[in-house]
């Protein structure tokens, strides 16, 4: 079965950088892309880009371009995602969610458990 | 501001049927197709219906989708204590080239 499991909760001070991965298993990593998307404390969920695990193209949301770099390691089945300048406002729980593809239109099908990240002095 | 938009809020006692809105616009409902998703409590978002009204194995046929021009719902009938929970609305954006949620409606089964 499909897994996505994420690392574990971090505490940043502002300005720093924090990297979360996604380590995929119960399917072939290179087949699908990932998306990263985010959701604030007690607010919705916000789209932060895509990568394609088969050729490492991506697409962020343009709000985040600059800060934001998605990585994948195919020799581990793992995605990165990579914010850096970090505010408090980049509080959140960050999540991975892998494509689910129906006569080629993907979406995102399966999630990752998150990841908290504080931002806080 | 979320791109979509949602009702924060709906209920229904149990056995009732439900629906919660999600409007768009042309680049976005108008144009792609919608995708629900529920949020328990604590937990992570799960596909509920995909391609508007497609639902994934193992979703109960008590959910449904619709899509009309720019606007969507979700529909749930026979309401049950366990349908409590957060429900999103997603769609691609033609225009901004990503995906757009809805601002999420809670809903309470009371």
């Known amino acids: 079965q499909v897994q996505l499991v994420q690392s574990g909760a971090e505490v940043k001070e502002p300005g720093a950088s924090v990297k979360v991965s996604c380590k995929a298993s119960?399917?072939?990593?290179?087949?699908?892309?990932i998306s990263w998307v985010r959701q604030a404390p007690g607010q919705g969920l916000e789209w932060m880009g895509w990568?394609?695990?088969?050729?490492?193209?991506?697409n962020y949301a343009q709000k985040l371009q600059g800060r934001v770099t998605m990585t994948t390691d195919t020799s581990t089945s793992t995605a990165y995602m990579e914010l850096r300048s970090l505010r408090s406002d980049d509080t959140a729980v960050y999540y991975c969610?892998?494509?689910?593809?129906?006569?080629?239109?993907?979406?995102?099908?399966?999630w990752g458990q998150g990841t908290l990240v504080t931002v806080s002095s | 501001q979320s791109v979509l938009t949602q009702p924060p809020s709906a209920s229904g006692t149990p056995g009732q049927r439900v629906t919660i809105s999600c409007s768009g616009s042309?680049?976005?409902?108008?144009?792609?197709?919608v995708y629900w998703y529920q949020q328990l409590p604590g937990t992570a978002p799960k596909l509920l219906i995909y391609?508007?009204?497609q639902r994934p194995s193992g979703v109960p046929d008590r959910f449904s989708g619709s899509k009309s021009g720019t606007s969507a719902s979700l529909a749930i009938s026979g309401l049950r204590p366990e349908d409590e929970s957060d429900y999103y609305c997603?769609?691609?954006?033609?225009?901004?080239?990503?995906?757009?949620f809805g601002g999420g409606t809670k809903l309470t089964v009371l």
């Open positions: 969610a892998r494509d689910l593809c129906t006569d080629g239109v993907c979406y995102m099908g399966y």
């Open positions: 119960g399917y072939t990593f290179t087949t699908y892309g």
């Open positions: 990568i394609s695990a088969y050729n490492g193209n991506t």
């Open positions: 042309s680049s976005n409902i108008g144009s792609n197709y």
């Open positions: 391609r508007n009204n």
């Open positions: 997603a769609a691609w954006d033609d225009s901004l080239s990503g995906w757009v």
